[in-house]
């Protein structure tokens, strides 16, 4: 019998994540592949794929996790170090029963964690936490573990080409990458090499410590680096990934970032002339702009809940051929698996621009000014943070009644009226809560922020930062 108790903080809403050496160590490691393998045995399964980030503490954990699979009674295979897409890649070609990757993505380097999958789909949520009650009770080892390395890249990167096709067209363009140290580094130069075009790409060495910046591709304050690249290169567009490849983000030839909603809506245009009418899903943080564009082409926009266990879910429910985060993680189901890719997100954008002769800077020109606040992330305690968002909805949900505004409760409330929307949502992985508004001009945008912060404080809110300074 292996009995294991977690540190409750490492078993998040969409992965399991901790502090090495602090909350997650290699015993957990070794607990939550003894965990995972008495699931997959009692589905009847008994492959899994292994890979792993750069992280330093990458290769400690993965040497735990595989003995805690082995001992389970699974046939592991092991792909090394390399982006979470490839792992994914790996998960579906070689249909596996279950696939974990061990990455920190785009948290500090003391941090690290584990992304899991479970008959192709992601395991989350009341998956993890049942992976948790299952090991505090114990779990039985089993007999018939196997362990064995295998080599996707060359595989993966076929496919990536065969998906972007002839890409003749911008042969005569410049092209930045920023790998910023992550598990993709390696992967972009390989890819690059193989496309037309002069491509310069930066920070393609994994070094788990990432001494250049931080591994977030759509944090403004990480983007420095790459919008100088694109001016000095006189590059057509940017592109940033984050530490283990499953996120993208982008710098316009006029340096400019381009939001994930921009990006998804951008590449719907291809996605609609081969699927015309088909629904295209963001996140509810996503700008009208977006989903405007959709519309406009013939797509059937949706909203959906934040969180790329979500949207991923979400996409094969409804056999949706693409979705798209503010966050940066894309889902293509058209000609690809569906799964959050940055590296095929990247080739979908320049086979876009191929075929259409418009670049993404062209395509931001074209859109109606946006009046936006950023993502607003306001502290609130982790045991109040969804009574509060309930308590909004509902008052909100009285003037919906009233005939004052439109109300969307998918995830969290946003809330449609004459100035534009806002949205509050409680944050799944830290106590705050996550906002955002647009207007139609600003003073509507200020009237939709003044309207978040009063349905707060009527809900019973405090604000921690005042109260600090008071």
């Not at 993890?128 to 595989?155: F, N, T």
């Not at 993966?156 to 002839?166: F, K, T």
Request: charged share 20%; net charge negative; glycine share 12%.
């Amino acid at each position: 019998m292996i009995k294991h108790d977690f540190d409750p903080t490492i078993l998040r809403a969409y992965d399991i994540r901790g502090i090495i050496d602090d909350t997650l160590t290699g015993d957990d490691a070794y607990a939550i592949g003894a965990g995972f393998a008495a699931i997959i045995r009692a589905r009847g399964g008994k492959t899994v794929v292994i890979g792993r980030d750069g992280r330093l503490s990458s290769p400690m954990l993965s040497e735990h996790l595989a003995k805690g699979l082995t001992d389970g009674g699974m046939a592991v295979t092991d792909i090394g170090t390399g982006p979470t897409p490839m792992l994914y890649f790996a998960d579906r070609i070689s249909d596996a029963d279950g696939a974990v990757q061990i990455t920190g993505s785009h948290n500090p380097p003391q941090y690290n964690g584990f992304k899991m999958v479970l008959g192709h789909q992601p395991f989350f949520d009341d998956d993890i936490q049942a992976l948790g009650k299952a090991m505090a009770e114990g779990v039985e080892s089993a007999d018939g573990g196997s362990y064995q390395p295998m080599d996707i890249e060359q595989q993966y990167l076929d496919a990536l080409l065969g998906y972007a096709g002839d890409l003749s067209a911008i042969g005569h363009m410049a092209f930045v990458w920023d790998c910023g140290n992550g598990a993709a580094g390696p992967m972009v130069e390989r890819l690059t090499a193989a496309l037309p075009g002069a491509h310069h790409v930066l920070f393609s060495e994994i070094d788990g410590t990432f001494p250049h910046h931080h591994p977030d591709p759509v944090d403004p304050e990480t983007l420095h680096l790459l919008r100088q690249a694109v001016t000095d290169h006189d590059a057509v567009i940017g592109i940033g990934f984050d530490g283990d490849g499953d996120r993208i983000g982008l710098i316009d030839a006029k340096g400019r970032q381009v939001a994930g909603d921009v990006l998804t809506a951008y590449l719907s245009g291809g996605v609609l002339r081969r699927h015309p009418g088909a629904e295209i899903i963001f996140d509810v943080k996503s700008s009208l702009v977006a989903l405007d564009q959709v519309s406009a082409r013939g797509g059937r926009p949706q909203l959906w809940k934040t969180g790329h266990s979500h949207m991923k879910t979400r996409l094969k429910e409804i056999s949706a051929p693409l979705a798209g985060e503010m966050s940066g993680h894309l889902f293509i189901a058209d000609g690809w698996y569906g799964f959050d890719d940055a590296l095929l997100a990247a080739v979908a954008v320049l086979k876009e621009m191929a075929e259409t002769g418009q670049d993404i800077t062209q395509f931001g020109d074209a859109l109606p000014r946006v009046f936006a606040t950023p993502e607003m992330r306001i502290p609130c305690l982790e045991s109040e943070k969804f009574g509060l968002v309930d308590a909004v909805a509902n008052a909100a949900r009285s003037e919906t009644d009233a005939g004052i505004s439109e109300a969307n409760t998918i995830d969290g409330i946003r809330v449609t009226n004459d100035d534009g929307w806002w949205l509050i949502r409680a944050s799944n992985t830290g106590a705050e809560l996550v906002a955002r508004a647009e207007g139609k001009d600003e003073t509507s945008l200020n009237r939709l922020q003044n309207t978040i912060y009063q349905h707060l404080r009527a809900a019973g809110w405090q604000d921690q930062s005042s109260q600090e300074g008071s």
